[in-house]
T-cell receptor
Framework: KQEVTQIPAALSVPEGENLVLNCSFTDSAIYNLQWFRQDPGKGLTSLLL?????REQTSGRLNASLDKSSGRSTLYIAASQPGDSATYLC??????????????FGKGTKLSVKP | DAGVTQSPTHLIKTRGQQVTLRCSPKSGHDTVSWYQQALGQGPQFIFQYYEEEERQRGNFPDRFSGHQFPNYSSELNVNALLLGDSALYLC????????????FGPGTRLTVT
């Protein structure tokens, strides 16, 4: 059974710091991995999608890496800003022998960036 | 280009009642998935609709049912509400059943008292 774990559960940093959020998953048979941002009480905004054949994706100050064999992904945020404060969710899409499953989420990392 | 929309934004129901939540997918998308997100947890997959049929289902009881209309919009119905059904219900749309990116709506906050 696929399980997704995110560490740390919460993180508080001063503005301007570079930071790394971690995501691990138990089964390497995945189609892709997606990072989302969620503001309090709101829906999910997709940040980056990494296909299983890719090693990383970049968008602006965000960089996500994927090591499928070790079941790990990291989200790197450069020069953090107070507006980055949110919960960051990692989700994997399982590959069931060629048939895709639906997204399995971690519990998220709640990030607070202090001015 | 309209994104995923959901209605209502929030609602309050009493135990034992029934509720219907609605979702319109992003323009051009034909597949709708529903997720339940309890407070402090990640979203959990309920079911997915494609071509007006339920294609996949997560570990949720039969009290949770759905429907997809010819215009690809979808409804989530929950019968005999329990306190534990209180959560944010998220709808996501995508194109076909390929493992493409899912786009999420703003959610419906359901409170059961």
């Amino acid at each position: 059974k696929q399980e997704v774990t995110q560490i740390p559960a919460a993180l508080s940093v001063p503005e301007g710091e570079n930071l790394v959020l971690n995501c691990s998953f138990t089964d390497s048979a995945i189609y892709n991995l997606q990072w989302f941002r969620q503001d309090p009480g709101k829906g999910l905004t997709s940040l980056l999608l990494i296909q299983s054949s890719q090693r990383e994706q970049t968008s602006g100050r965000l960089n996500a890496s994927l090591d499928k064999s070790s079941g790990r992904s990291t989200l790197y945020i450069a020069a953090s800003q107070p507006g980055d404060s949110a919960t960051y969710l990692c989700a994997v899409r399982p590959n069931y022998g060629g048939s895709q499953g639906n997204l399995i989420f971690g519990k998220g990392t709640k990030l607070s960036v202090k001015p | 280009d309209a994104g995923v929309t959901q209605s209502p934004t929030h609602l309050i129901k009493t135990r034992g009642q029934q509720v219907t939540l609605r979702c319109s997918p992003k323009s051009g998308h034909d597949t709708v998935s529903w997720y339940q997100q309890a407070l402090g947890q990640g979203p959990q997959f309920i079911f997915q609709y494609y071509e007006e049929e339920e294609r996949q289902r997560g570990n949720f009881p039969d009290r949770f049912s759905g429907h997809q209309f010819p215009n690809y919009s979808s409804e989530l119905n929950v019968n005999a509400l329990l306190l534990g059904d209180s959560a944010l219900y998220l709808c996501a749309s995508s194109l076909g059943q390929s493992p493409y990116e899912q786009y999420f709506g703003p959610g419906t906050r359901l409170t059961v008292t």
